[in-house]
């Protein structure tokens, strides 16, 4: 077995897919301290930068005086405290919809979902591009699995057509590897046609996204009849950690009793709901922390173009570079660590053979200059590894 697996490690090094944790020694931030290094920090999902606000880590301090650090069981035994209950109704109200209900993590969450709402016989589509766990949580529900052209919905509508019993059409919102929205308004009137249910995992763009920060539903200006089903995660935009389902009573009634990711698993501290009902508070009140986000991925594409790197469409603040080749990725990204900038190389099989890319990442808490400096790293450190 051992040398199986060492001769498997072999081949993903040999690659260029290997892939290797670094050790941070500082909070989250636009700063991280990197093995004695001040570097300037490119790839957080932090996007409103929360994470290390004051307000919200004394309000995890404070919880930790009333609470403790666990949460000491499920939330259907002993764990569910009041904190969890006000967080719920806090997200219910910000999201429009008539319960929520918090899960350990955004991966849990849809992995529970899917599986309590579709099974054998039933027939489950999902965007070819959607994160792993939606993929994961569709093919284990045991319900007939299709997916469909990223972002199609004539597509999806030929697949529907041949589909009976209960169908569940899953989406992203804001796709985390090309950052571009799924068309939403076409999905939810392709739903309708077809008497299915939309669910929209809304990961990144909850708190970032819309004018009130409600994500891509707010962008779109739908509703709960729109999409009954939507996912959002709270170690993003709301910087903490935890997940959530929201929808009607009869969804989150359905959850509690069929979702054995919520069922079998042990709450998420109460210190936690504290910490992220006080984020929820500035992602409402701090509206510039939205024009200031999107102005700044506005400067980095005008900067990046002008360059002549290869952008995706996206207005989001998450903003990839596509290299190709895998290996280049990562002595690019390794040339700009060395430099101070720390950017992800995503490779394989995250994203799609030859589309290996620097996912950059931009914060309401970096400032002009800051991204003016990482245009000026990325032009060295790209035309090094990528001139013929």
């Not at 991966?107 to 994160?131: C, P, Q, T, W």
């Amino acid at each position: 077995m051992e040398l199986t697996l060492s001769a498997e490690l072999e081949t993903i090094a040999a690659k260029g897919l290997y892939r290797s944790r670094r050790v941070i020694n500082s909070p989250q931030g636009v700063h991280l301290q990197i093995d004695g290094q001040k570097i300037l920090n490119f790839c957080s999902n932090d996007y409103l930068g929360l994470a290390n606000h004051p307000s919200v880590v004394q309000a995890f301090k404070s919880a930790v005086d009333d609470y403790g650090v666990g949460s000491g069981s499920a939330h259907l035994i002993c764990g569910h405290s009041y904190a969890h209950h006000a967080l719920e109704e806090e997200l219910a109200a910000f999201t429009g919809r008539d319960r929520a209900l918090l899960f350990s993590t955004g991966y849990m969450a849809n992995l529970g979902v899917l599986s309590a709402l579709v099974g054998k016989g039933d027939s489950i589509f999902e965007d070819r591009l959607n994160h792993a766990s939606l993929l994961d949580g569709g093919l284990q529900s045991g319900a007939k699995f299709k997916r469909y052209a990223h972002a199609n919905a004539e597509h999806l509508d030929t697949q529907l057509q041949k589909a009976s019993n209960r169908k569940l059409i899953v989406t992203d919102g804001v796709f985390s590897m090309d950052g571009d929205f799924a068309p939403l308004n076409t999905l939810s009137n392709t739903a309708r046609t077809h008497d299915a249910w939309l669910m929209v995992d809304d990961a990144h763009g909850l708190g970032v996204i819309g004018a009130k920060g409600g994500g891509l539903l707010d962008y779109y200006g739908l509703k709960q009849d729109d999409v009954p089903v939507l996912m959002g995660t709270l170690g993003k935009g709301l910087g903490t950690f935890g997940a959530f389902i929201a929808g009607s009573d009869v969804l989150i009634e359905t959850l509690i009793q069929k979702a054995r990711t919520y069922i079998y698993t042990t709450a998420l501290p109460a210190a936690v709901a504290e910490a992220t009902r006080a984020s929820l508070k500035i992602v409402i009140s701090d509206n510039w922390r939205r024009d200031k986000l999107n102005n700044l991925s506005v400067r980095f594409r005008s900067g990046a173009e002008q360059l002549g790197l290869q952008l995706l469409p996206s207005l989001s603040p998450i903003q990839p570079i596509i290299i190709g080749d895998s290996q280049q990725a990562v002595d690019i990204s390794n040339d700009l660590l060395s430099a101070g900038f720390l950017i992800s190389a995503i490779r394989p099989p995250t994203v799609s053979q030859g589309s290996a890319r620097l996912r950059v990442t931009l914060s309401a808490m970096h400032e002009e200059q800051q991204v003016d400096q990482l245009l000026e790293a990325l032009e060295t450190a790209i035309k090094k590894h990528t001139a013929n």
